[in-house]
């Protein structure tokens, strides 16, 4: 068995982001043709599609603004003039801010990650699913966080917004399974990614430490699991959570 992906469209949210990189690079890897979401780094983006490209896949860049809905809708017609109707949606982009506590976080950083993690979810759902739909067959996986369990100091804002993220998508699941579309999400705990291999600070052991596997993944872990879900071998898994944290956090029954 193989993660094939070929003749698969994906389009990837924050494409030129730590993750999102790695998971363009992993569909395409797989035999997708990826749509690159950027918001401000077109440089980026335009170099990951050339990398994209030269494998011999179909790679288009476009700028939205995920928290727009006329922005994404655009987005939507750009990449399906572009490339054809998508099949595999990635909701990786999220708006950065600066954590503290909840008494102290400013209530623009609340609304931020609302708009990023909540609406974002909803605007790609009423773009991209019913050219799915009608095609009887998608994925839509949503980047949430470890953190959406832990709830630790100073999370509140982003917490928030995850767990609200978490809720659209079990419920969507729900309304577009029986048209043979998957929603799930992954969770990725604190990965190892480009920024760490260049500052040199892989290694954490007080958050080691909690971890059952003793270390930190890496931003291939997310991608890896990400082009599983988005193979035809997670054809019957749906509204699922999965943290790829090596076992940080663990789901209850």
Request: hydrophobic share 40%; aromatic share 6%; charged share 20%.
């Amino acid at each position: 068995m193989a993660l094939n992906l070929t003749g698969r469209i994906a389009l990837v949210t924050g494409a030129t982001g730590e993750l999102g990189r790695v998971m363009a690079r992993t569909l395409a890897a797989c035999g997708a043709d990826v749509a690159i979401h950027y918001n401000s780094n077109e440089a980026k983006a335009s170099e990951l599609q050339a990398e994209i490209t030269a494998t011999g896949r179909r790679a288009v860049i476009v700028k939205a603004d995920i928290t727009n809905q006329a922005s994404v809708l655009a987005m939507k017609d750009t990449v399906t003039s572009a490339l054809g109707d998508v099949d595999i949606v990635v909701a990786n982009a999220v708006i950065q801010y600066d954590w503290t506590s909840v008494l102290e976080q400013s209530p623009e950083d609340y609304r931020s990650q609302f708009e990023s993690c909540v609406m974002q979810s909803v605007y790609l759902a009423k773009a991209f699913a019913p050219a799915m739909i009608e095609k009887k067959a998608g994925r839509f996986i949503g980047i949430n966080t470890e953190c959406s369990m832990q709830n630790f100091e100073s999370q509140s804002a982003y917490v928030s917004g995850k767990r609200g993220m978490d809720g659209v998508y079990r419920v969507l699941a729900k309304e577009i399974g029986k048209h043979q579309i998957t929603v799930n999400q992954v969770a990725p705990g604190w990965t190892i990614s480009d920024i760490d291999r260049a500052n040199g600070t892989e290694r954490n052991e007080g958050y080691e430490k909690s971890v059952a596997l003793k270390r930190r993944g890496t931003d291939q872990d997310i991608a890896n699991t990400v082009a599983f879900l988005a193979s035809d071998l997670a054809g019957f898994i749906t509204g699922a959570y999965i943290p790829v944290c090596g076992g940080n956090v663990m789901p209850s029954i």
